[in-house]
Structure formats: C-alpha cells, structure tokens
C-alpha cells in the first residue's frame, strides 16, 4: 500500500500482503541489527557483539527461561479472562525477546515506563505477576507500588508516560549534579508503533533532546495497532525518526532476544553515561490480538502470521541453546513443569484477589483531606445506612436477586 | 512587613520564595526565562536562580506538563507556566488523564504535587485564545485542586502554598489585575488557600466572585449601597474545592445570591454553586439564585467582548431581579 494514496474509508486488503515484514522492508533499513539468525546461529557484530560475549551459559539459559515462562504467564491470564476472572487482557505473545532482552539490560537504578504490555519487562524487575493481573481483574487501576521495582504502572492513554520518562530522567540528571556519588542511570520509555503516531512520542523527544536527558525510547514495533498496519503511521522506519531529534537510533530485531539485549546494553550506557537520548525499534510481531477484545483475523492475513511463527524469538533461542549444546529436553522439559506450577499459583492467587469496599475509591482521590470527598463519603455512607435493618421488612429493595424476582 | 505591589510582582515575590524555601522547585515554560514570560511574572528569576531553576522550554504545552509530572514523580516540585488560557487545551490530556490521576492509581503510593499556572480571563482587548476562562473543565476533574487569586496579598502567598501542597494545583492568574496594586504582608501567610473570604460584609444579598471579577463585584456592591442596598461579596478564592459553608452560610444571612465569574454560565462553577445552595439553604433563599457570566458561544473578539464580560451594570441588574421577587 502505497502511504500517498490511503484508502478513504478501510485499508486495502490486498495491500496487506506487503505488511508481511511491514512497509519499511519495502524500504529496508541496511543495519537492523541481528545477533542470532532465526536457525539459532551466532552472528560476527563489531559494535554490539561484546555486549553478549561474556554472557554465562546461565544467564543464557535465563534469557530462554525468561520468555518460556512469561509466555505461559500469557496463555494463562488469556485463559483467566476467557474464564471471566480477568475483565480483559492484553497478550504479549511475540513480543518477548524485545521485552526480556532490553529488560534484562537494565540496573536496579534505572526507571521504566511502561504502555500497557510490557509483562516481560514487569518480570525482569522483578515484580510479582500476579499484581500485574490486578489492573486486568478490575479490582485496581494500578496494581502494585512503582517504586519498589522501579517499573511504573501501566498507561493507558497512549504515549502519555513518554514525556514521563523524560521529566523522570531529567530528575535522575539533576539528582547526580547534586550528588555525584549516586550511581549512573536512565529511564526507559516503553511505546508502540501505534503510539509513536502519538503527539507526546514526538514532544518527549523534543524534550529529550533538547536537555540531553538519559532516556531510552524503545519503540517495540508489532506491526499492528489494533487492525492498522505499520505503514499507516510511518512511511520510513521508525528508527529513522531519531536522526530529526538528533539523537542515534537503532533498529533491532525484536524476535533476536540477544541482538536487543546487546542494543540497549549499549543505549543504557550511553544515556547513563551523558550521552543522551537513543530511540530503539524493536522490529518484532504481536502474534496475538491486541486485547481479548480484539479479533486479528478481520484485518490481518494467516499467511502473514504463519511467516512469522518461524521468526518466534523461543524457537530461536531455544535452537541457539540446543546447537550450543547449553540446553538439552531435561532443562525444556524441567521449564514446562515450572510453568506449570506457576500458572497454578497463579491462577490460585487471582481466584483469591477480592474487590476492595467501595469506600476504598474515595481514599486516595487527593494526598490532602478534600471537602467534597468527605462531603460525597458521608453521603454515601447516610445512604447505605439506609437500607440497614430493612432486609426484614421488604428484602427486594436490597437483594438483586429478590428484585429481580418481584419485578 | 506590609508592601504595597501588583499583583504581578506578588506572584514573582511569591515564586522567589517558593524557590529559596523549596530546593527542589523549579520553573518551567515558554519564554520564563530571559524574557521573563510574556508577562513578565517570572522577570529576574532565572538571574538569580539560573537556567536549571527556571527553565525555558520548547513550545509544547504537553511536553511541559508531562515532563513536569515526571520530575515531580522524581521528587521535583515543577512549577509550569502556560502562556494563555487557550493553549492549556494541548496539554489538557496531561493533566486530567495523568496528572489528576497520578495518586489514585497508585493507590497512594505517588504523588505528582506539580503546579500549573495559567494566567486567564479577558479585558485585555487581546485576539482569540487569549482571554478564556476554562476553569469548569478541570474543576470537574477529581484530582485536580484549582485556585485564583484576586489580590496581591493572595498572589503572593496562593503560589507558594500551591508550590507546597501535595496534590497538584492550577493557580489561575486574572491577567487583567496583573497590575493592580495593594498591600502585600509577607509575614504572615494567608488562611487556607482552600477557603473564601468575605470581602465586603452586607445584609441583603451575597455576590459570589473570584479572580478578576473580585473588583468588579466589589464596585457593584458600593454601587448598590447607594441605593440603599447592603451586598455582601464573597471571594471564593478556590474552585475545586468550593468552600461551600462560607458562602451558604453569607446567603443564610442575606438570602439572596449572584454568583458571577468570566467562563459561560452553562456547566460552570456558578451553576454548581447555584445548585448547592438550593440544597443547602433552600428556606433561606428569598429568590432563585442567579448567575451573570459569559455567555454559550466562543470568547467574542476583542471590540464586543465588553458586551460578554460581567460588569457592575450587570450586577446590578441581577440584583434589581433578585429583589424584584
């Protein structure tokens, strides 16, 4: 599909067929990195080839480990909703080697910013999955303390924690013009190719820019937002975008989880250190829907989905693990017995999450006592109090199911 | 000590103090700096303070607000300045979507105390987006505290309470009293920026005022005296909250109500107050409360707009119709 010459109403169908690797292959970017080949070969890098050199058999087979285990955290909190224990979830199967490999990047001082499917990013902090699914069961619009992983919460609104990023690295600048004994750190900004359509992708970068903070911007392009293609919001690589801000930007392949943990290994040092912002395109594929809401095959191709099966950043890792000689059928199969303890909790731990008291809403509306809160609480509460005691003198008026019965 | 000054240099005086007291208040906006903002609010801060304190941003209202929030959520106290009222719309997402929500998400565990000031309202003969009062559209966010000073003494001390609370606050600032004058004691901190004040005591019927309109309810209610009238006028000093037992408690005594403000009178803060009242004070009342505001259309061009503007003729007409019942 030609960008100049848009449909008016719905895409073409037949312009799909070039989404296969998105538009920018039609445009190709010459240097998308790449350090495993999808038979799970090693590639020759001189720039970010030493970022994965001294990594222990460990910590590679932790890498795989990683993405076994949040994808089957995935398969089950799809199950939960389908169950009706979640009120929607948003699966981020196909998008974690760009997640556990910039994850695992990180140092415990650096500060993420995450959109709304970044659980692999969540699990490489360390934070207990199972707060993740708070948000999603719709008991919280939160979920966990931000501060204590330093993963903020999850946002909706797309783009909107990007200039958050930016503001909280310029924070972490300040804070070691102050005392230079703190240690180096950054800030990550997670973001979709959808989202980099958003205004504040683009301010954030401005801002970025414009007071050097130590940001990385890690766009994780999956192709789609929602049912419209990557060509639909940029005729360029999104990579490319960074050269206008004056800062690098670097195309990864998101499906090659050492290839991105070895680009923002490399971004991370170089914000922290004072070199600035780096926008990263994790070129990757959401090989499920957007949200259980969502339905991919009204817009996308099954022959576009089965390429890319063959790209799935597991089988790739776990082909680079087995040629190696790190990783035999007891380690895989050890990891599914795992997985499957861990969806059992899970799954245990959500069935156990109760709603909090309505009055809970009123609590933390302000930081300091508020009239109106007061006010409406105590009006509330004369109302509830009302039906105290009536239960014996007309029980329609408080038990749904004996109003439903009267009416 | 008492100084006499405008309200203006109350605000810069204010922020002077707001940054030595608060070591982590910064300033940030478009053109703050060197130029000292558009109005001059921010004139010799950066002198003094220097760039990283008072920082001039690019142009981009979300950028600023955003960027705010984050330093705020890094333990900054970000003091933003939009240049007008009209072009807070871009930056609108930020605060009611993010800022306003910041701590309840959290369940308490953030908070983002970031301050926005907005200079607002019209009388300054300007084109258009310079002289709206969009005030109802965030006062009808939770989250959001929203103040407006009316007077020297306020501006002076309204900016750093703002600066130290802990929720985030719009300080909307009636350009058009920039340069009125009055005493400012900066010793003594004014009560509660969260409550009203009764300006003016009366009898007969309450005004309910704020911002820019403080003196022009002012001037109607001496006019109204000399017709044998006695008005009592109310600052409401704060938007969200609404200090709503000062004011029910002035039409208890008087029984009468104008509530007046620059923003149209549909889905404004004076229907809200109009509506409390009836609830709260229903038996007092010896006639509707009445509204004198702007009217359901764009914030007219500069040669009309004193058509749209309340003013004391107004006021004085809402008057003659509550004492006509």
């Given at each position: 599909?030609?960008v100049?010459?848009?449909p008016?109403?719905?895409f ?5 067929e ?8 039609a445009?190709p970017v010459p240097d998308?990195?790449q350090?495993l ?10 720039t970010y ?9 460990e910590?590679l087979?932790?890498?795989y480990?990683?993405m ?7 398969e089950e909190a ?33 500060y ?5 499917r970044?659980?692999g990013?969540a699990y490489?902090r360390?934070l207990?999955l199972?707060q993740?699914l708070?948000r ?6 939160g ?9 903020h919460l ?9 200039p ?8 972490m ?6 005392n ?5 750190a950054?800030?990550?900004a ?6 980099s ?7 954030g970068?401005?801002f970025?820019?414009s007071?050097?903070?130590p940001?990385?911007?890690?766009c994780?392009?999956?192709?789609w937002a929602?049912s ?7 005729r ?9 801000y ?9 499906n ?11 971004a991370?040092?170089h914000?922290?250190s004072g070199g ?5 395109e994790?070129f990757?594929y959401r090989?499920?829907a ?11 191709l099954?022959?576009d989905?089965e ?5 799935d950043?597991?089988l790739r890792m776990e ?5 190696q ?5 007891a ?5 599914r ?5 861990m969806?059992?909790?899970?799954r245990e731990n ?20 508020h ?12 109302y509830e109090?009302g039906f105290?005691?009536?239960?014996d ?10 109003r439903?019965?009267?009416? | ?12 005086a ?19 700096g060197?130029?000292?903002?558009v109005?001059r609010?921010?004139e010799?801060?950066k ?9 001039d ?5 979300s950028?600023?607000i ?7 959520l ?13 072009f807070?719309?871009?930056?609108f997402?930020?605060?009611?979507t ?18 926005i ?6 009388g300054?003969g ?5 002289s709206?009062?969009?005030?109802a559209?965030f ?11 009316s007077n020297p003494?306020?501006?002076?001390w ?5 600066v130290a ?9 009636p350009?058009?009293r920039?340069?009125?004058?009055g ?9 509660d920026p ?6 003016r005591?009366g009898t007969?019927?309450t005004?309910?005022?704020?911002g820019?309109l403080v003196?022009?309810?002012l ?10 009238r ?7 000093r704060?938007?969200?909250?609404i200090?709503?037992?000062t004011?029910?408690e002035?039409?208890?005594?008087t ?11 549909f889905g404004g803060?004076?229907g809200?107050i ?6 709260r004070a229903?038996?007092s ?6 509204r004198?505001?702007g ?7 500069a040669?009309v707009?004193e ?17 006509a019942y």
């Amino acid at each position: 599909m030609d960008v100049g010459h848009l449909p008016a109403s719905e895409f073409d169908s037949a312009g799909l067929e070039q989404s296969l690797m998105g538009a920018p292959d039609a445009n190709p970017v010459p240097d998308m990195v790449q350090l495993l080949t999808i038979d799970g070969e090693l590639l020759q890098d001189d720039t970010y080839g030493s970022y994965v050199q001294g990594l222990t058999p460990e910590e590679l087979r932790g890498f795989y480990r990683d993405m076994f285990l949040v994808r089957r955290f995935d398969e089950e909190a799809t199950a939960l909703q389908r169950q009706g224990e979640l009120v929607m979830w948003v699966p981020l199967t196909g998008q974690e080697g760009a997640q556990i490999g910039s994850g695992r990047a990180l140092k415990p001082q650096d500060y993420v910013f995450p959109t709304y499917r970044e659980h692999g990013v969540a699990y490489t902090r360390g934070l207990e999955l199972a707060q993740l699914l708070r948000r999603f069961r719709g008991i919280s619009h939160g979920g966990w303390d931000p501060r204590e992983a330093n993963f903020h919460l999850y946002t909706l609104v797309l783009a909107a924690q990007v200039p958050h990023a930016v503001g909280y690295a310029m924070g972490m600048a300040r804070d070691r013009l102050v005392n230079p004994k703190l240690p180096e750190a950054a800030t990550v900004a997670y973001f979709g190719d959808g989202a980099s359509s958003e205004g504040d992708v683009h301010e954030g970068m401005v801002f970025a820019a414009s007071y050097n903070a130590p940001v990385v911007f890690f766009c994780q392009n999956n192709h789609w937002a929602i049912s419209v293609p990557t060509e639909v919001q940029s005729r360029i690589p999104l990579a490319n975008r960074a050269q206008g801000y004056g800062f690098p930007g670097v195309r990864v392949d998101g499906n090659d989880v050492l290839a991105v943990h070895a680009v923002t290994r490399w971004a991370l040092e170089h914000a922290r250190s004072g070199g600035g912002p780096v926008l990263i395109e994790a070129f990757t594929y959401r090989m499920s829907a957007h949200t259980t809401a969502d339905d991919p095959t009204k817009y996308r191709l099954s022959a576009d989905e089965e390429a890319w099966l063959d790209r799935d950043p597991l089988l790739r890792m776990e082909k680079y693990l087995r040629n190696q000689g790190l990783a035999d059928d007891a380690f895989f199969e050890e990891l599914r017995e795992e997985g499957r303890n861990m969806a059992v909790r899970l799954r245990e731990n959500v069935q156990q999450m109760e709603a909090p008291g309505f009055e809970d809403a009123f609590a933390d509306v302000y930081a300091e006592a508020h009239p109106l809160i007061r006010e409406e609480l105590d009006e509330h509460r004369r109302y509830e109090a009302g039906f105290a005691g009536a239960d014996d003198a007309n029980p329609a008026t408080t038990d749904p199911a004996a109003r439903e019965h009267t009416a | 000590m008492s100084t006499t000054m405008t309200m203006a240099k109350a605000i810069n005086a204010g922020l002077r103090a707001a940054l030595e007291n608060h070591p982590n208040s910064l300033l940030m906006g478009e053109d703050i700096g060197s130029l000292g903002g558009v109005y001059r609010v921010t004139e010799g801060l950066k002198a003094d303070f220097g760039a990283d304190r008072v920082m001039d941003t690019p142009l981009a209202e979300s950028g600023i607000i955003g960027t705010a929030i984050g330093l705020a959520l890094r333990g900054y106290l970000p003091v933003c300045e939009i240049q007008f009222d009209g072009f807070v719309f871009p930056g609108f997402n930020q605060i009611t979507t993010q800022l306003a929500k910041m701590h309840s998400r959290s369940e308490g565990a953030l908070s983002a105390p970031v301050v926005i000031r907005i200079p607002y309202g019209g009388g300054i003969g300007s084109i258009e987006h310079h002289s709206e009062s969009p005030e109802a559209l965030f006062a009808h966010t939770a989250g959001l505290r929203i103040i407006t000073p009316s007077n020297p003494q306020d501006a002076y001390w309204m900016i750093q309470q703002a600066v130290a609370c802990k929720d985030p606050v719009i300080v909307f600032e009636p350009k058009r009293r920039y340069w009125l004058k009055g005493d400012v004691d900066t010793t003594a901190p004014t009560s509660d920026p969260f409550s009203a004040h009764i300006v003016r005591e009366g009898t007969d019927a309450t005004i309910v005022a704020y911002g820019p309109l403080v003196p022009v309810a002012l001037a109607a209610a001496a006019a109204a005296e000399e017709d044998g009238r006695s008005v009592e006028v109310v600052d409401l000093r704060s938007i969200s909250p609404i200090d709503f037992d000062t004011v029910t408690e002035s039409v208890r005594k008087t029984g009468r109500l104008i509530v007046t403000h620059e923003a149209p009178t549909f889905g404004g803060i004076g229907g809200e107050i109009a509506a409390r009242v009836a609830e709260r004070a229903f038996l007092s009342l010896e006639a509707p409360v009445l509204r004198v505001g702007g009217f359901h259309m764009p914030y007219p061009v500069a040669k009309v707009e004193e058509h749209y503007l309340p003013d004391i003729d107004r006021l004085l007409e809402a008057l003659d119709r509550s004492f006509a019942y």
